[in-house]
């Protein structure tokens, strides 16, 4: 089993940034493929970004360039760092954590981007 915590959302202008963590508990954090997605109202779930147990990045292409996803082995945490933030990432942002058949979700943090 892994709990996970996600913090660091909130209510951000256009064009701002915000980190996400997701502090992770419960197992061996550094052999879990880690990952953010996210949920807009309406919408199904979507994957942001992924980083594997050796550091590899994946990246939706509606974030590339923009987010960094990131992790600290040692404090078994998971960041997101998010720049240049536009409406449409506004949503419900998820960590997980995922190795063979075992995905684990964390409750979401809300990102805003509004004026």
């Known amino acids: 089993q892994v709990q996970l915590v996600e913090s660091g959302g909130g209510l951000v202008q256009p064009g701002g940034s915000l980190r996400l963590s997701c502090a992770a508990s419960g197992s061996i954090f550094s052999i879990y493929t880690m990952g953010w997605y996210r949920q807009a109202p309406g919408k199904q779930r979507e994957l942001v970004a992924t980083?594997?147990?050796?550091?590899?990045?994946n990246y939706a292409d509606s974030v590339r360039g923009r987010f960094t996803i990131s992790r600290d082995n040692a404090q078994a945490t998971v960041y997101l760092q998010m720049n240049s933030l536009k409406p449409e990432d506004t949503a419900v942002y998820y960590c997980?954590?995922?190795?063979?058949?075992?995905?684990?979700w964390g409750h979401g943090t809300q990102v805003t981007v509004s004026l």
């Open positions: 997980n954590a995922g190795r063979r058949t075992f995905s684990y």
């Open positions: 980083i594997t147990s050796d550091d590899s990045t």
